[in-house]
C-alpha cells in the first residue's frame, strides 16, 4: 500500500503526523523545516509560472508567424 497525504483527512490523523514530525525532527527544527518547505514550494511555483509564461510567449510568437 503506498502512503499518500491525500488519505490524511481527519483531525486525528493529521495529529499523527504532526506528532510524528515533532518526534522525529524536533520541536526546535520545526519552524525552520516549515519555513525552507515554504520556501521551496514558492520558488517552485515561481519556476512554474515562469515556464508556463515561456510557453504562452512562444505559442503566440509561433501563431504570429503563421499569419
Same mark, same amino acid.
Given at each position: ?10 483531525? =486525528? ?5 504532526? /506528532? ?7 520541536? *526546535? ?7 525552507? /518547505? ?8 515561481? =519556476? ?5 509564461? =515561456?510557453? *504562452?510567449?512562444? =505559442? ?8
Amino acid at each position: 500500500m503506498i502512503f499518500s497525504l491525500a488519505y490524511l483527512g481527519s483531525p =486525528a490523523q493529521w495529529m499523527v503526523l504532526i /506528532l510524528a514530525c515533532l518526534v522525529i525532527f524536533g520541536a *526546535k527544527r520545526l519552524p525552520e523545516l516549515a519555513r525552507t /518547505l515554504g520556501k521551496a514550494v514558492g520558488e517552485f511555483g515561481k =519556476a512554474r509560472r515562469e515556464f508556463e509564461s =515561456a510557453l *504562452k510567449e512562444a =505559442a503566440e510568437e509561433k501563431k504570429e508567424n503563421r499569419e
